[in-house]
């Protein structure tokens, strides 16, 4: 049974604004499961959010399982696609490399307080393997020059829209079709709220820390750096919540 938007769990919320920025997703996920795919309310706002227009008009409408582990599903003449979340900003909490900076950083200051699994720090995903190959979720954290890092792999979205190279070039443009639905950059970055992690003028990408071409670690290697790096994750994941909110309360308020 595939389950449309609006089922169950969306009634149950607040009907002027059913996303909740603040909620963290770790919450109603069952002990020593994955919020990504057994959250049923990271499923829901997933539904919610990303069930709208594409650039071209067309609608992308997801439609999920009732039970877990949940998987979004899209089916139109547009293609048929199957998504998975993916928390996308790391605290690098057990890089082995850090334990010695962490262990110079108040608690407090470890992690980000809860808000990488909030809406802010998620994102969707091809969840299907091409050629038993690795899907774009794996090749993210895999990858020693991305390391999860959403920053360097928005730089690789960015640059596959421009036909440039990039460390995610392969298992970018074995997804190719899915990329195809937001039309450009500009349309990727604007249907999933991410204009926070641009520079003002829409033209690059606004690293977290010191940006060298992928040419040196994204792990932050020093209290400074991961301080800095913090910091600037953080007033992006709250950005974006904020942008995520303002949309939703136009777009998902029934009495608007």
């Known amino acids: 049974m595939i389950l449309p938007i609006g089922y169950g769990d969306y009634n149950t919320m607040n009907q002027s604004n059913p996303i909740n920025t603040a909620f963290d997703f770790r919450t109603d996920t069952p002990p020593g499961k994955d919020p990504d795919t057994w959250s049923p309310t990271l499923c829901t706002y997933h539904k919610l959010l990303w069930s709208k227009p594409l650039p071209d008009g067309t609608m992308f409408t997801l439609l999920?399982?009732?039970?877990?582990?949940?998987?979004?599903?899209?089916?139109?003449?547009?293609g048929r696609f199957c998504l998975s979340s993916?928390?996308?900003?790391?605290?690098?909490?057990?890089?082995?490399?850090?334990?010695?900076?962490?262990?110079r950083i108040p608690d407090e200051m470890r992690n980000f307080g809860g808000l990488g699994y909030t809406i802010g720090g998620m994102m969707v995903f091809p969840a299907i393997q091409v050629d038993r190959q690795r899907t774009i979720n794996q090749a993210r954290g895999f990858n020693a020059r991305i390391k999860d890092r959403f920053d360097h792999t928005l730089e690789c979205i960015r640059r596959?829209?421009?036909?440039?190279e990039?460390?995610?070039?392969?298992?970018?443009?074995?997804?190719?079709?899915?990329?195809?639905?937001?039309?450009?950059?500009?349309?990727?970055?604007?249907?999933?709220h991410l204009q926070d992690l641009l520079t003002p003028d829409a033209s690059a990408v606004e690293f977290f820390s010191p940006f060298n071409d992928f040419k040196t670690s994204p792990v932050p290697d020093s209290v400074e750096a991961y301080l800095a790096y913090r910091k600037n994750a953080v007033n992006f994941l709250k950005a974006r919540?904020?942008?995520?909110?303002?949309?939703?309360?136009?777009?998902?308020?029934?009495?608007?």
Do not use: C, M
């Open 64 to 78: 999920h399982k009732p039970n877990p582990p949940f998987y979004l599903h899209h089916d139109s003449e547009r």
């Open 166 to 192: 990039s460390p995610l070039s392969d298992v970018l443009t074995r997804y190719a079709d899915f990329f195809q639905l937001f039309g450009d950059f500009r349309g990727y970055v604007a249907f999933f």
């Open 160 to 164: 596959h829209y421009a036909s440039e």
């Open 241 to 256: 919540n904020q942008r995520i909110q303002n949309w939703a309360e136009i777009h998902l308020n029934p009495d608007a």
């Open 86 to 103: 993916d928390t996308v900003i790391p605290t690098f909490r057990k890089q082995k490399s850090l334990s010695d900076v962490f262990a």
